[in-house]
C-alpha cells in the first residue's frame, strides 16, 4: 500500500529549492508526498551452508558407526604389517602349546606362512616355519619311542615338507623303520608272504603276497628274502599276464600289467609284457573296425567295449561313436525299404550307444519321410486297387528308365515310381524284380558321379542304391568310397586354405561313414589350421 505524506512541511512544496540566480533545484513536483517503503519489508534468504549441515552431520555418525564396526578389516587393509604382526603371535602360540598343523588353518605352520605371504620381507616368519620344522621332527622321535607310529610318520612328513634337515629326517625315519620291524614280526610277515605266493594270492588285498613284500620292504629295505619273494612273485604275475593276453581276457590281463608297475616299475619283464598288451590291442582295434566296415556292428561293439575294460577308453568311446552311426545308417536303409519296425530297433541301438552320433538326426528324419511317403501311397488300400496302382507305377518308372530319367526329374523318376510301388507293396515279386533292374543303372550312375567328382550325383545315385541294394558288404563299400572322396576334396581345399569348404567336405564324409580312415586325423589338421584366427 502506498502512502501520502502531509507535503505543507516540505520547504518549497515540493517545487524544489531556489538557486538565487532565477534557477531551482528540480524538485519531485506531485510525487514528493508518495512514500513507496512496503509496510512489511522482505526477509533475508537462508545461508545455503545452513541447508546442508544436517546432511553432513548424518554422513559423519555414518561414517563413524562403520569405522568401529570394521575397524579390525580396515585396520588390516591400510596397516597389513599389523596383521602380519597380529599372525605371527598367534603362530608362536600354537607352537608353544604343540599344534604345528592344522586342516582348519590354525596351526603354527599355517598361521607362520599366511604371515610370510602378508609380509614376506621380514625374516620372523621363515624363523617360525624352521622352528616348526624342529618340532615336528622333535614329535616324531617322542612318537617313535613311544610306539605311535601313525603320529610319528606324520610328524616326520611334517618336518620333510618344512625342509628339516635331510640327515636328521633320515635319522629318524631309521630309527622309525627299526622300531616298527621290532613291532611288525618280519619273520612272522615273511612266513605269510610265501605262503601267499606258494596259494598263488598276489594280489587283490593286504594278505597278499605283494602287499606282504611291499610292507616289509617298506620297514626293512635291504632284507634280502623280501627282495626275492617280490621279484618271483612280480615274475609269476606277468607270466600270468601274457597267459591271460593269448586266451583274450584283456581287462584281467591289464589290470596285472598296472600292479605290477606299481610295485616295481623296473621288473626285467614288464617291458616285454606291455609290448605284448600293446600288440593285442591294436589287434582288438584293427578286428573292431574291419567288423565295422563289413556292418558286423554287434561284433564291432564288443571290440570296443574290450577295449574300455582294458583301459583304453578314448578309443572306445570314439569306436561306439562310428557304430553308433553306422547302426543309424542301417536304420535308413531298412526305413527305405519300409521295415519300420527294423528301422526303429536300429535307431534305438545307435542311441543307446552314443545320443549325440552322427547321422541320428538325419536318420530320424527319413524315416519319418519313409513313414509318411508309406501312410500316403495308400497301405490301406483294398488288393486290387493295391495291385492296379503298382502294376502302373512299374510302367511309369520303366518309361521313365526308357528315357534316361533315373534320379531326375523328382517326382517322375524311375527311382521315384519305383519307391512309390515299393511303400504300396514292397514284398510284391514284380516290385522286387524291378528293383534288380534298376540297380545297374543306380550303380552305374555312382561309378559316373565319381569318375566326374560330381560328389551330389554320386551322392543321389547312391541313395538310390540304398534303396535297391540287398548286398550290404557292396554298400559299405561304396559308402567309404564315397566318403573317402569327400575326405580327399576336403584336403584339397585345406592345402588351397578354403577352411569352410574343407570343414564341409569332413562334415560330408562324416555323416557318410563316421568310420572312414583318415577322419580323425583330418579333422586334428583342420582344428589346428582353424586355431590361430580364433
Not at 528540480?26 to 545452513?50: E, H, I, N, Q, S
Not at 579390525?72 to 603362530?91: G, I, M
Not at 600289467?257 to 617291458?271: E, Q, T, Y
Not at 526305413?335 to 530320424?364: H, V
Amino acid at each position: 500500500m502506498i502512502h501520502v505524506r502531509d507535503t505543507p512541511n516540505h520547504p518549497d512544496g515540493g517545487r524544489g529549492a531556489d538557486l538565487g540566480d532565477g534557477r531551482r533545484e528540480p524538485g519531485m513536483g506531485p510525487l514528493a508526498g508518495l512514500d513507496f517503503a512496503r509496510r512489511t519489508p522482505r526477509r533475508a534468504p537462508v545461508p545455503a551452508r545452513r541447508r546442508w549441515w544436517p546432511w553432513l552431520l548424518a554422513c559423519a555418525l555414518l561414517a563413524a558407526v562403520l569405522v568401529v564396526a570394521f575397524r579390525k578389516p580396515l585396520a588390516d587393509w591400510l596397516w597389513p604389517q599389523t596383521r602380519a604382526q597380529a599372525l605371527r603371535v598367534q603362530a608362536a602360540q600354537a607352537l608353544a602349546q604343540g599344534r604345528l598343523t592344522a586342516a582348519d588353518g590354525s596351526g603354527a605352520r599355517e598361521l607362520y606362512e599366511a604371515a610370510l605371504a602378508m609380509d614376506p620381507d621380514r625374516d620372523e616368519a621363515r624363523v617360525g616355519l624352521g622352528q616348526v620344522a624342529e618340532a615336528a621332527l622333535a614329535q616324531a622321535r617322542v612318537a617313535t619311542a613311544q610306539d605311535r607310529f601313525a603320529d610319528a610318520h606324520a610328524s616326520l612328513r611334517l618336518a620333510r615338507a618344512l625342509s628339516v634337515p635331510r640327515a636328521d629326517a633320515d635319522a629318524v625315519a631309521a630309527a622309525l623303520r627299526k622300531r616298527e620291524a621290532a613291532h611288525a614280526g618280519i619273520p612272522r610277515l615273511l612266513a605269510q608272504a610265501e605262503a601267499a605266493r606258494e596259494a598263488g594270492r598276489l594280489t587283490g588285498d593286504d594278505s597278499a603276497a605283494l602287499p606282504l613284500y611291499q610292507r616289509i620292504l617298506a620297514l626293512q629295505p635291504e632284507d634280502t628274502r623280501a627282495l626275492e619273494g617280490r621279484e618271483d612273485a612280480l615274475g609269476e604275475l606277468l607270466q600270468q599276464a601274457r597267459a591271460q593276453l593269448r586266451e583274450g581276457k584283456l581287462a584281467k590281463a591289464t589290470a596285472a600289467i598296472s600292479a605290477a608297475r606299481d610295485f616295481d616299475p623296473g621288473h626285467v619283464d614288464l617291458p616285454h609284457t606291455q609290448a605284448r598288451l600293446n600288440e593285442e590291442l591294436d589287434d582288438v582295434r584293427g578286428r573292431a573296425a574291419a567288423d565295422l566296415r563289413a556292418g558286423r556292428l554287434e561284433r564291432a561293439e564288443e571290440r570296443y567295449r574290450l577295449l574300455g575294460e582294458a583301459g583304453q577308453q578314448a578309443d572306445a568311446d570314439a569306436g561306439l561313436q562310428r557304430v553308433a552311426a553306422a547302426w543309424a545308417h542301417r536304420a535308413e536303409t531298412l526305413a527305405a525299404d519300409f521295415r519300420f519296425a527294423a528301422a526303429d530297433s536300429a535307431l534305438d541301438r545307435a542311441r543307446a550307444l552314443a545320443p549325440d552320433a552322427a547321422g541320428i538326426p538325419e536318420a530320424e528324419h527319413r524315416i519319418a519321410r519313409a513313414r509318411q511317403a508309406h501312410a500316403r501311397l495308400g497301405s490301406q488300400v483294398p488288393p486290387r486297387e493295391r495291385a492296379r496302382r503298382v502294376a502302373r507305377l512299374l510302367d511309369e518308372a520303366r518309361q521313365a528308365e526308357a528315357r534316361g530319367d533315373l534320379l531326375d526329374p523328382p517326382g517322375d523318376s524311375a527311382f521315384d515310381k519305383l519307391r512309390a510301388a515299393r511303400a504300396i507293396a514292397p514284398d510284391d515279386p514284380a516290385v522286387r524284380k524291378a528293383s534288380a533292374r534298376l540297380l545297374p543303372a543306380a550303380k552305374e550312375c555312382f561309378e559316373r558321379g565319381l569318375r566326374a567328382n560330381n560328389l551330389g550325383l554320386a551322392r543321389a545315385c547312391f541313395d538310390a542304391r540304398v534303396v535297391l541294394e540287398t548286398d550290404a558288404a557292396a554298400l559299405a563299400s561304396a559308402r567309404r568310397r564315397l566318403a573317402g572322396r569327400w575326405l580327399a576334396i576336403g584336403d584339397e581345399r585345406l592345402g588351397a586354405g578354403e577352411l569352410r569348404g574343407a570343414s564341409a567336405a569332413l562334415a560330408s564324409a562324416r555323416a557318410l561313414d563316421p568310420a572312414t580312415p583318415g577322419l580323425d586325423d583330418f579333422d586334428r589338421r583342420i582344428r589346428a589350421a582353424t586355431a590361430p584366427q580364433r
